[in-house]
């Protein structure tokens, strides 16, 4: 059964750092893709950062261009996602998501304020 667990988030002031990770589960990680989501208040969920497990190639999107980097760690079978520059309109909840068996973790809550 395929598993994912996030943890990381928090509250964190304009301009600050948080990494997030996700703990994944039941299935070959070195092998596929692993995506990050996030949902802001009122908005639809957004794709933030993609990165091929196998060969460590990622994408992001434009919002988090610079700021954001995806990584992955096939000896702990988990993925990470450092976030620098936090500005208040990243304030959302963030999801793990595994596309080849479209399974999702259960968020984890990032609030950027002053």
């Known amino acids: 059964q395929v598993q994912l667990v996030e943890s990381g988030g928090g509250l964190v002031q304009p301009g600050g750092s948080l990494r997030l990770s996700c703990a994944a589960s039941?299935?070959?990680?070195?092998?596929?893709?692993m995506r990050w989501y996030r949902q802001g208040p009122g908005k639809e969920r957004e794709l933030v950062a993609t990165i091929s497990t196998a060969v460590g190639s990622t994408n992001y999107a434009d919002s988090v261009k610079g700021r954001y980097t995806i990584s992955g760690d096939n000896t702990k079978n988990t993925v990470y996602l450092q976030m620098n520059s936090l500005k208040p309109e990243d304030t959302a909840v963030y999801y793990c998501?595994?596309?080849?068996?479209?399974?999702w973790g259960q968020g984890t809550q990032v609030t950027v304020s002053s």
């Open positions: 039941g299935f070959t990680f070195g092998t596929t893709f």
């Open positions: 998501h595994a596309p080849r068996f479209n399974s």
